[in-house]
């Protein structure tokens, strides 16, 4: 029993020999990235800060070894077999650098960083570089944020409410869950996201550029979406109800089951566009570009088509023509419709081919 009793006293201590000196290696290294943090620190508020911060996201990235507990094994093996891992804790104080200066950094260059959770609310980062930054359950409520490249960038849960988002670009950004109420989005740029099922009600999206973005099922009405570009992109069951789309482009959109129901398209261009089965009942299509567009099943009940280009529509039929609005003289038909005019407002529509 005693020899037993010795043995486990020497694994006891060697188990913390052991412990002491991979807490020492854990502890070595969190020094060392906490000296690059004091050192950003120090020039805070000299001439050099704005090459201080910008070296963040390099000491938020410093690794170390894991950071041992006394009884467990695997933290221990972990740390002994010399796998790396971060340090929380540098990382959470840099965030509140960037949070003590959020009214200082238009301009700066912020690629890379981590600033998950911060709160950033009215800060000023006008024009600044956010490209592939980790922004998730970022606040930016109401923060300047018009010229930013969110390019990249992981924004799951952020905050741009009321925030000034004009001339932004969102391109291949990550985008779920954000909020963008009331926010500036004029000029911005989506090109090649995905935001499907988002909600963009009521929102100011003129000129913006929707490029060959998944917008499936998203919630665009009563939005403003005049000269945007939504040219190539995925709108299947996307709802615009009484949104604004006059002279945009939806050149090659898939608007296949979409809801459209008194949204304004005048001048705009949809050529080739798929309006399959879409609801556009008291939809204004004046002088916009329908050539190429497969119209089967699309509900055109009060659908003004005065002055639009449908000679080259696909799949137009006599039923939907006769629930539409159109203008004798400015709205010419495709060859396999036949219309003949009675009198000056009453006609008779015949399918000549299908």
């Known amino acids: 029993m005693k020899k037993v ?29 906490q000296q690059q943090a004091n050192r950003i620190f120090d020039i805070l508020h000299t001439q050099g800060a704005k090459a201080a911060i910008e070296e963040i996201p390099q000491v938020q990235n410093i690794q170390g070894p894991v950071r041992p507990k006394l009884w467990s094994f695997k933290a221990l093996f972990d740390s002994l077999s010399g796998e790396q891992t971060f340090y929380p804790e540098i990382s959470n104080q840099l965030k509140v650098i960037i949070a003590v200066h959020k009214n200082d950094l238009e301009g700066y260059d912020l690629t890379w960083i981590d600033l998950s959770g911060a709160k950033l609310n009215e800060a000023n980062l006008k024009e600044a570089n956010l490209s592939d930054t980790n922004l998730q359950d970022t606040v930016l409520e109401r923060a ?18 009321r925030a000034d988002l004009s001339g932004a670009n969102f391109t291949r950004a990550t985008i779920k ?48 979406l005049q000269q945007s570009d939504l040219s190539q992109a995925d709108l299947r069951k996307a709802v615009f109800f009484v949104a604004d789309l006059s002279r945009s482009r939806l050149v090659e959109v898939d608007l296949e089951e979409s809801d459209l129901r008194g949204a304004t398209l005048s001048g705009a ?78 006609y008779t529509c015949k399918n000549a081919q299908v």
């Open 177 to 224: 869950n954000a909020r963008f109420t009331q926010a500036i989005l004029d000029d911005a740029v989506f090109e090649k996201v995905d935001v499907n099922h988002m909600d963009f009600s009521g929102l100011n999206f003129e000129r913006v550029n929707f490029k060959k973005s998944n917008l499936e099922e998203t919630d665009f009405s009563r939005s403003n």
């Open 144 to 161: 300047n944020l018009a010229g930013v490249s969110f390019i990249g960038s992981k924004l799951i849960g952020t905050d741009f409410s």
């Open 5 to 33: 009793l010795v043995m486990l006293v020497i694994l006891f201590g060697a188990y913390n020999v052991i412990f002491l000196g991979t807490l020492q290696n854990y502890e070595s290294g969190l020094n060392s990235a």
């Open 269 to 346: 261009d949809l050529s080739q566009a798929n309006l399959r089965n879409a609801n556009l009942s008291g939809a204004d299509f004046t002088g916009s570009d329908l050539s190429g567009v497969d119209l089967s099943g699309a509900d055109l009940s009060g659908t003004t088509l005065t002055a639009a280009k449908i000679e080259k529509v696909k799949n137009l039929s006599c039923e939907q023509i006769e629930s539409a609005v159109f203008d004798r003289r400015t709205t010419q038909f495709p060859d396999y419709i036949d219309i003949a005019w009675t009198t000056e407002e009453a």
